[in-house]
């Protein structure tokens, strides 16, 4: 490989960026859902049966428009169907490139599952986390772009948009009550118990303001998501999961300054939703609610008027906080569900939602932009179908100020447009980059991450230089996230790269090799992301990739991140290792021996002996599926010199006529703890690719 020899750095990147919402790359939808102009209102419809299933053969007459209570009449109307599924299902083990991000036309849905742990119990945050595993496991579609975000704020590479479900199972996995909740752990109250959260006991004044504040930074969390969600592909869509937004008590409360407060912003927040083309959803995830007498209920001495009182007061509070879930959800054309304790098939319920829809159009009224006061006046509008037993939904109304939407804006600063690359959801495509980070653990170093970028040679731009060799030059960013969000690392380089005429068509075949270590000193989730720019062109590429490192230093059985490359020589030169039988790209072709390795980390020991107690069982597959299953072998033959450490070097080889594809490499460690005879077990999987020549 041509030699890269590192230039001044160029100024410090710009880290103002916010994490949680990267609209980079982004593409507005062919059609708007929500368009307010002085000559034109359009908005959705959704129409659904009795038994909740959409209805798509209405015609315009079927409808009825009203704005302020006024009819409207109807000048324009379409249907637009939904999109038609995955072709192919995410199934467990399914290969994906190393480093893939998917394009923005490929996404279907843009959904964000929003966790109101600002209006959490602590029984609802543990159940909803369970529940959200088991929905981003079996539910989330490779189309589907989703991000778990929390009202209480935090951002991060764990609280980002992606396709991955490990990445959204990082977020859910640290997901937990939040101690500022405005919900105790117990909502209901007990007969003969103490002084309850209702508000109206002597500390009602602290309580109900901690309550106002708290739907205030929902409210506010739910805007700013809106905003980040505008120019995001595809139907968009929030399904917030809360035990209740107490908003009639918040509205109607004893300090009058509040009151329009709030109220404001939840309109602004509806029409900034609506506008953005977002549906919002809410989940009570309360679940389903005895309200009748306890265990915990000291009847003694109890009246009848007492014990109805008491069942009054948990119906109440067991519904209390559905008002402002309703008023959300309808006001941006979504659906509150509410008594059920399947809440992961209430999300799935609520993204369905989102496909076919009806676009409304009318002209507005006379006075509609006429401000009020200074300020642009709300106007309500109502969809009505005139055919029995169907039901609508849609945006429950508008501000009268038209809507000027500005195409997302590139940044003119190459480093900025570097940074914002890196940080999208999205791949730019332009150049091509292939992301491997890998997880080792050495006695001298302790665990690290090496991550080995790949830049597509013949997506750079070259200049001829005088003494016939060329030139080009490239920028590289990089960043590694932690599964807090925190930044563990993150570097910024400019290289010129010099090749002689004799290995020119070898670096544009073999590409060119970027290398980055960093020590890790705590186990965990970690994210890789990184882009180049090419000053020549101006062209970007980015990639990410999803990592975990063990806890080696607790002394369980770990595995190191597997390698593959088509040569055992060490020594082999730069070039070759760049190349397409590499450890950073690992392209082969059917019939060329494969090898690989790994270590087996903190093995347990026959007992007696120096000889590891592991079985290693190594399957391959394509599309989730296996396609081979190589016999199980031991290591009990092997005397490492570290014993906590043992190296394994395995060959793979592929007849000629097998199919070209992507294939996965996933490896089972089991081993008998020490001195039980338990098990236990650890795996790593990585992608490669066949191809013929």
């Known amino acids: 490989m041509a030699k890269a020899t590192a230039a001044n750095p160029r100024r410090f990147l710009r880290w103002a960026v916010t994490l949680a919402l990267v609209p980079a790359c982004a593409q507005e939808p062919a059609v708007p859902t929500l368009k307010v102009t002085v000559t034109l209102v359009q908005l959705d419809a959704v129409v659904t049966d009795k038994h909740g299933k959409h209805v798509a053969n209405l015609t315009r007459g079927d409808f009825e428009v009203f704005q302020d209570g006024k009819k409207q009449q109807i000048t324009h109307f379409t249907y637009i169907p939904g999109l038609a599924p995955a072709a192919t299902p995410r199934t467990a083990g399914t290969a994906t490139p190393s480093g893939a991000k998917p394009q923005a036309e490929q996404i279907r849905r843009t959904i964000v599952l929003m966790v109101d742990d600002l209006g959490l119990s602590f029984s609802s945050a543990a159940y909803l986390r369970e529940a959200l595993r088991k929905y981003v496991r079996e539910q989330v579609q490779p189309d589907e772009l989703v991000a778990v975000l929390r009202t209480s704020g935090g951002s991060g590479a764990f609280q980002q948009f992606t396709t991955d479900p490990r990445v959204l199972t990082a977020a859910v996995d640290r997901l937990s009550w939040n101690v500022s909740s405005r919900t105790g752990i117990s909502a209901l109250p007990a007969l003969g ?52 937004l107490v908003f009639r008590r918040v509205l109607g409360g004893h300090d009058a300054d509040v009151r329009p407060i709030v109220e404001e912003r939840f309109r602004r927040l509806v029409d900034r939703a609506n506008r953005a083309n977002v549906v919002i959803s809410t989940v009570d995830t309360k679940g389903i609610s005895y309200t009748g007498m306890q265990a915990k209920d000291n009847l003694g001495g109890a009246q009848a008027e007492d014990v109805h009182g008491l069942v009054q007061a948990r119906a109440g509070q067991a519904t209390e906080g559905w008002d402002g ?23 799935q319920q609520a993204v369905e939602d989102l496909e076919g829809y009806y ?18 006046k709300y106007h309500r509008v109502r969809v009505v179908v005139r055919r029995g037993g169907l039901q609508v939904r849609t945006r429950a109304g508008y501000f009268g100020g038209e809507d000027r939407r500005q195409a997302p804006q590139v940044p003119a600063d190459p480093a900025a447009q570097l940074v914002k690359a890196a940080l999208s959801p999205f791949t730019s495509g332009a ?51 932690q599964d807090d969000g925190s930044l563990l690392d993150k570097r910024a380089s400019s290289y010129t790269i010099r090749v002689a005429n004799s290995q020119f068509e070898t670096l544009l075949r073999n590409g060119f090799l970027y290398r980055l270590q960093n020590i890790v000193t705590r186990p965990g989730a970690y994210q890789v992301r990184a882009a180049v720019w090419d000053a020549g062109s101006g062209k ?67 007992e007696g002996t120096s000889h590891p107690d592991v079985e290693i069982q190594a399957t391959v597959l394509r599309d989730g599926q296996p396609v081979w299953k190589g016999p199980a072998f031991t290591l009990d033959a092997a005397t490492p010199a570290d014993p906590r450490r043992v190296k394994v070097a395995q060959k793979l080889s592929f007849g000629a006529s097998t199919p070209p ?12 703890r020490a001195g039980t005879k338990q098990k236990t077990h650890a795996e790593q999987s990585l992608d490669f690719e066949l191809r013929r020549r």
């Open 193 to 244: 118990g103490g002084e309850d959260d209702t508000g109206e006991g002597s500390g009602a004044g602290p309580v109900r303001d901690r309550n106002q504040r708290a739907v205030l930074r929902t409210i506010g969390m739910l805007q700013y998501v809106t905003e980040g969600l505008r120019s995001m592909p595809g139907r968009k869509g929030v399904v917030l999961f809360s035990d209740g």
């Open 540 to 606: 970007l590429g980015s990639a990410s990739q999803y990592l975990e490192v063990p806890n080696v230093e607790k002394g369980s059985l770990a595995l190191s991140s597997v390698v593959m490359q088509s040569s055992v020589d060490d020594g082999a030169r730069e070039a070759e290792l760049a190349g397409t039988g590499s450890v950073a790209v690992r392209v082969f072709r059917p019939g060329v021996p494969i090898f690989y390795g790994f270590v087996v980390l903190n093995p347990g020991m026959k």
């Open 359 to 376: 676009l409304i159009g009318f002209s507005p009224p006379d006075g509609t932009f006429k401000p009020d006061s200074g300020e642009s």
């Open 325 to 347: 879930m309703i008023e959300l959800a309808r006001g941006t054309g979504g659906v509150f569900f509410h008594n059920t304790n399947d809440i992961g098939r209430a999300a």
């Open 431 to 481: 150049i091509g980059l292939r992301l491997t980070a890998l997880f080792a653990n050495t006695a001298e170093a302790g665990s690290y991450v090496t991550s080995m970028l790949h830049i597509a040679g013949k997506d750079l731009t070259f200049s001829k230089q005088a003494d016939g060799g060329y030139k080009a030059q490239v920028d590289v960013a990089s960043f590694i996230y």
């Open 661 to 672: 594809g992507e294939y996965l490499l996933h490896i089972e460690a089991t081993s008998h």
